[in-house]
Nanobody, 122 residues
Framework: VQLQASGGGLVQTGGSLRLSCAAS????????IGWFRQAPGKEREGLSC????????YYADSVKGRFTFSRDNAKNMIYLQLNSLKPEDTAVYYC????????????????WGKGTQVTVSS
């Protein structure tokens, strides 16, 4: 399994970014896809998890209504649209493949990509 996140950058408060994750080597029907982030000095936070069965996407309360998961299986691409960004969204963002865990914990994820930095200025 190979994962590579990209699309991060510097954006002002209220701005938007679309993160991409090139994913290959796994079966989308059987594995979940998650997005996580980690800010300096903080624990890794689960943002979303989409089950392989396609039964919807779970979002963390902190990003619900602002972030949106999508995928293009034909292109092996996974996306996370970030809208209405806030300074507290500043972090390194990661995509991961594995299984969704309670409360969007990261312990179900098996494969991790290198992260992409998102910085939101006030």
């Amino acid at each position: 399994v190979q994962l590579q996140a990209s699309g991060g950058g510097l954006v002002q408060t209220g701005g938007s970014l679309r993160l991409s994750c090139a994913a290959s080597g796994f079966t989308p029907d059987y594995h979940a896809i998650g997005w996580f982030r980690q800010a300096p000095g903080k624990e890794r936070e689960g943002l979303s998890c989409t089950r392989g069965s396609g039964n919807g996407t779970y979002y963390a309360d902190s990003v619900k209504g602002r972030f949106t998961f999508s995928r293009d299986n034909a292109k092996n691409m996974i996306y996370l649209q970030l809208n209405s960004l806030k300074p507290e969204d500043t972090a390194v963002y990661y995509c991961a493949v594995g299984y969704c865990s309670d409360l969007l914990g990261d312990y179900g994820m098996i494969y991790w990509g290198k992260g992409t930095q998102v910085t939101v200025s006030s």
